[in-house]
Nanobody, 121 residues
Framework: QVHLMESGGGVVQPGESLTLSCAAS????????MNWYRQAPGKERELVGF????????HYADSVKGRFTLSRDNTKNMVYLQMNRLEPNDTGVYYC??????????????WGPGTQVTVSS
């Protein structure tokens, strides 16, 4: 059974940092890219970034480029989102999601329940 669980959210002041974690289980983690999304109050869910199966290819939304860093540890089935220089516009619920599968692996479309990040002075 596929299971994703985010952690690490909280309340911080502008300019501070947070690192979010996503623990994955129930599937062959290294067979899948992983995505991070966020949803601000009253707005649609948006892609923050994705990391390929072996972290060779990492993509960031323009709004977070240079401030956020994606990484993964395939030995621990974990994916991380390090967020620096946080801004009030970064406030929202952050979700990890299964991404593109390697060729031959089944498509998975699973989301974690999300973790709240609030950036406020």
């Amino acid at each position: 059974q596929v299971h994703l669980m985010e952690s690490g959210g909280g309340v911080v002041q502008p300019g501070e940092s947070l690192t979010l974690s996503c623990a994955a289980s129930g599937f062959t983690f290294s067979d899948y890219a992983m995505n991070w999304y966020r949803q601000a109050p009253g707005k649609e869910r948006e892609l923050v970034g994705f990391i390929s199966r072996t972290d060779f290819n990492i993509h960031y939304a323009d709004s977070v480029k240079g401030r956020f860093t994606l990484s993964r540890d395939n030995t621990k089935n974990m994916v991380y989102l390090q967020m620096n220089r946080l801004e009030p516009n970064d406030t929202g619920v952050y979700y990890c999601k299964t991404g593109r599968a390697r060729w031959g692996a089944p498509t998975l479309d699973f989301w974690g329940p999300g973790t709240q990040v609030t950036v406020s002075s």
